[in-house]
């Protein structure tokens, strides 16, 4: 079995391997969201299927919304039998970093993410209470992560109208976390 050991909600988990009766359907691969070794409704699968020359081809999961932790990906080959192979799948959290973390209303900050799904684009902004970017209001940015799935933006200015108190940056990127979602907070000082 191939594909990556970890990632956040939202990663592409490959499938492949070779040495295979040519052109067959083999089985199943799963994501075991429930740990339990059964592949049950909504749990996302792929159909294991050979090429003529006797590889796995085009089998691929996509790791759904759950907390992170380590979950296992299931191959059972034929479907409906005993679990050939497992292998751990580490679903990792998206982190944010504010520099600098506080300052008065007017600082300058930027944001760094972390441990993004690789070429998502998304937006990354002070959110004043809705869970969305209003511009002009609300400071906010357009990214897009790189190779490794991190980001920074340009500088982006606290406005001078926010009283003192903790105020969250929030992401709309994908993966960004599914159930935990991912913020970071400034603070504005008197």
Known sequence: MS??????VGTLFEI???????????GRAFFD??????LDAGEPSAILRTSLAGDI????????????GDYPVQIDMPSGGAIEESRTFTVTQPY???????????????????????????TVFL??????????????????TDWDGNF??????IP???????????????????????YGLFQVVP
């Open 152 to 157: 920074t933006t340009g500088l982006l200015t």
């Open 96 to 122: 944010i970093t504010i520099n600098p973390p506080g300052g008065r209303a007017g600082t300058q900050v930027r944001i760094s993410g972390f441990g993004f799904i690789p070429h998502s684009s998304g």
């Open 3 to 8: 594909g990556p050991r970890s990632g956040p």
């Open 57 to 68: 081809t085009d089998a691929e999961l996509t790791i759904p919304s759950v907390a992170p």
């Open 33 to 38: 969201r429930d740990r339990d070794g059964v």
């Open 127 to 144: 959110d004043f209470g809705n869970g969305r970017w209003d511009p002009p209001g609300e400071p906010g940015q357009n990214v897009t």
């Open 160 to 182: 001078v109208f926010l009283q003192p108190a903790a105020y969250p940056f929030l992401t709309d990127i994908p993966g960004d976390g599914g159930p935990i979602p991912v």
């Open 16 to 26: 492949g391997g070779s040495g295979y009766p040519a052109g067959k359907d083999l």
